[in-house]
């Protein structure tokens, strides 16, 4: 195609974390860019997030004196999911973060130091929390399109890819087509589809109808959608974040209570119930039926508090015994035979429990201390626990390390760049750690952006 017929040098289809970095880089290479969103704002799911971005060998970490490198990064992501990940992929993503995370800090985005923290389980502070959370990513991004040839046009959803023989040559919109020389999917992913959900993410679609999803309500999967109708290949299944949550009211919280004694249908703990969401959901999978109950006793109930969790007061407990929600007995064996545990077992669990709770030490999954509550008095109860809270979802389009979608027999699709939660291929059935994804957009939204330009050039 020649330059004269084309209406921009690239289109970026998608607007979060990933396709406004990939519209700023692109553009920064003098690159005419067209931005098209489907919501009548910019910024996704990206927006709505917590804003923890996930890197090694940043000046965040070297004020705090603390020693880390992308190589250390890599080894941990891929060892933590065994190596079911697409190795040259992860690479670029671990040693690109740590720069990506210094460019967001020159657009204004601040990570501040008593913010960092160990968001995987990999005992490094790599999650580095944006004061503002994801909204001020996704401003900083947005704020650096000033002086720059970037065209917005939101509240338009496109579905279609325009082709030119085997070359992506564009998009088509209800407004007709509009002509590029390259095109970047940045449409994130299909949490708010069932559809996909039950073809893509079984473990969530699993779940039913008592599963939410909590980002973009446009992520509806139409990125990976129009790269399949091109022939683009299919990274990753069944992959994404999955919370655990009682379910009593749909809203976000990131922990449980820690006092909280996840019990499984054997009546045993399986876990310490304060461990990183991150792999809490895969733990549970694990288990009997793939839930757990949360057991407490009266005491804890009367004088009930934690940190974010809202629903977990004295009060609004009352409140669920009374609807039923969560269940109470008089006796710990009468709670066992109405939610239907091993009653045996659980006398056994529960008076280990107790007993580390005098000698303050949990000597069966190392708790920390403070959450340590003895379960004595009745009546005792117990809350549904489950993996319900579909929080962004992991297979996409599969990209190369330099963000060029593949067919299925691994060759590029010439003019086609993805990035973010629309690609797959970097994340396996243990999320590394939370800023995992939102690293993951941004770095690979660089990295799109910038090969866009640079192919639209050619
Ligand atoms: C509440 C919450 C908290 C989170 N916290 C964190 C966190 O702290 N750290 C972390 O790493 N991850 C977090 N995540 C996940 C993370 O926010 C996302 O995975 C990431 O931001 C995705 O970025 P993205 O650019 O790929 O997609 P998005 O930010 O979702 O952007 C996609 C954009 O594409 C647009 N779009 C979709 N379809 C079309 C179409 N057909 N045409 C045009 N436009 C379209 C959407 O409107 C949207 O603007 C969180 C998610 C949620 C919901």
């Excluded at 959608?225 to 069944?238: E, P, S, T, W």
């Excluded at 045993?268 to 949360?294: I, M, N």
């Amino acid at each position: 195609m020649s330059k004269a017929a084309r209406d921009f040098d690239v289109i970026v289809v998608g607007a979060g974390g990933a396709g406004l970095a990939a519209a700023t880089v692109a553009a920064s290479e003098g690159a005419h860019v067209l931005v098209v969103d489907a919501d009548k704002k910019l910024g996704g799911s990206t927006s709505l997030s917590t804003g923890v971005f996930y890197a090694a060998g940043t000046s965040v970490q070297k004020k705090l004196g603390i020693e880390d490198n992308p190589a250390d990064q890599y080894r941990y992501y891929m060892n933590v999911n065994q190596h079911k990940l697409e190795p040259s992929v992860v690479h670029r993503l671990c040693h690109d973060s740590g720069p990506t995370l210094e460019w967001l800090l020159s657009l204004g985005v601040e990570f501040k130091t008593q913010d960092l923290y160990c968001s995987g389980v990999d005992g490094i502070p790599r999650g580095h929390m944006a004061a503002g959370h994801g909204a001020s990513i996704a401003e900083a991004l947005e704020g650096s399109f000033t002086g720059k040839k970037v065209d917005v046009v939101l509240n338009t959803r496109v579905q279609q890819l325009l082709m030119e023989g085997d070359t992506v040559a564009g998009i088509v919109t209800e407004d007709g087509p509009f002509r590029a020389g390259a095109v970047v999917i940045s449409t994130g992913g299909f949490g708010n589809n069932p559809r996909m959900l039950a073809e893509l993410y079984p473990d969530a679609a699993r779940q039913g109808d008592a599963a939410w999803y909590i980002g973009s309500k446009h992520s509806r999967g139409d990125g990976l959608n129009m790269g399949r109708a091109v022939g683009a290949d299919i990274a990753g299944y069944n992959r994404g974040l999955l919370l655990l949550t009682t379910g009593f009211v749909q809203e976000l919280e990131s922990h449980l209570p820690g006092w909280l004694v996840y019990i499984n249908r054997e009546g045993r703990r399986f876990v310490d119930e304060y461990t990183e969401y991150s792999v809490l959901a895969e733990v549970l999978r694990e288990q009997l039926a793939g839930e757990c109950f949360g057991i407490f006793d009266e005491a804890t109930r009367a004088t009930a508090k934690a940190p974010n969790c809202p629903n977990w007061t004295p009060d609004r407990l009352d409140h669920f015994i009374k609807t039923k929600q969560i269940k109470s007995a008089p006796t710990l064996a009468e709670l066992a035979d109405l939610v239907g545990i091993r009653a045996e077992t659980l006398a056994t669990t529960i008076e280990n429990y107790n007993a580390d709770c005098d000698a303050g030490h949990d000597s069966w999954f190392f708790k920390e201390k403070k959450w340590l509550q003895a379960i004595r008095k009745p009546p005792f109860y117990a809350a549904p626990i489950r993996p319900q809270v579909v929080c962004w979802t992991g297979t996409g389009l599969r990209i190369d390390r330099e963000a060029r979608v593949l067919n299925r027999a691994d060759r590029h699709i010439k003019g086609l760049f993805g990035a973010g939660e629309a690609t797959g291929g970097m994340f396996g059935e243990c999320y590394a750690a939370g800023g995992a994804s939102i690293g993951n957009a941004v770095t690979f939204g660089r990295v799109a952006g910038r090969n866009a330009a640079l192919f639209a050039r050619r």
